[in-house]
T-cell receptor, first 114, second 118 residues
């Protein structure tokens, strides 16, 4: 357990509404990530952060934005949710020094966009 | 860009038997890391084992071991003495060793669903 929580754990929303998912960590890790998991695709990186206010895009960033104003919180926002964003979203942190770095994942958020 | 391929969407094993899950990857890099993650029905992603590409010795963690063939770009997971609790999705993942910003991101395969038969 790397001290990662995600909220909410489940959410149902309607197309066109904004949605914000929160990832919270308690161990002061520098790197944080957002992935989405879809059947037949494994996990794909949406955005990541390498420090407060330092973020960059991943493989599937279209339609998503992120913010990190505090070390412990990494927010993922869907500005206008679409049905294609129905997915399970995982937050992760990197722990360990460079050669021993390993990612640990939060419990996931299941999002359904109707 | 790196790609990770898991060619077995589903596999099954008898309890107490041994099973091997396959993973191949494509990269032009010489230094990298490989991982196996387990995802049980709870959906939690759990690290099973990791391998550094510069190490020739295969990693082991209790009943889990890997067969890392760098030249063949192959990274298979062997589960010995399979238990009912091993039933899960298993994901192979790749990480570059390059130390630039963002280089810690993982590239995942699509997963193998393992069933354990009592």
């Amino acid at each position: 357990d790397a001290g990662i929580t995600q909220s909410p754990r489940h959410k149902v929303t309607e197309t066109g509404t904004p949605v914000t998912l929160r990832c919270h960590q308690t161990e002061n890790h520098r790197y944080m990530y957002w992935y989405r998991q879809d059947p037949g695709h494994g996990l794909r990186l949406i955005h990541y952060s390498y420090g407060v206010k330092d973020t960059d895009k991943g493989e599937v960033s279209d339609g998503y934005s992120v913010s990190r104003s505090k070390t412990e919180d990494f927010l993922l926002t869907l500005e206008s949710a679409t049905s294609s964003q129905t997915s399970v979203y995982f937050c992760a942190i990197s722990a360990g020094l460079a050669d021993q770095e390993t990612q640990y994942f939060g419990p996931g958020t299941r999002l359904l966009v109707l | 860009a790196q790609t990770v391929t898991q060619s077995q969407p589903e596999m099954s094993v008898q309890e107490a038997e041994t099973v091997t899950l396959s993973c191949t990857y494509d990269t032009s890099e010489s230094d990298y890391y490989l991982f196996w993650y387990k995802q049980p029905p709870s959906r939690q992603m759990i690290l099973v084992i990791r391998q550094e590409a510069y190490k020739q010795q295969n990693a082991t963690e209790n009943r889990f071991s890997v067969n890392f063939q760098k030249a063949a770009k192959s990274f298979s997971l062997k589960i010995s003495d399979s238990q009912l609790g091993d039933a899960a999705m298993y994901f192979c993942a790749y990480r570059s060793a390059f130390s630039g910003a963002g280089s810690y991101q993982l590239t995942f395969g699509k997963g193998t669903k393992l069933s354990v038969i009592p």
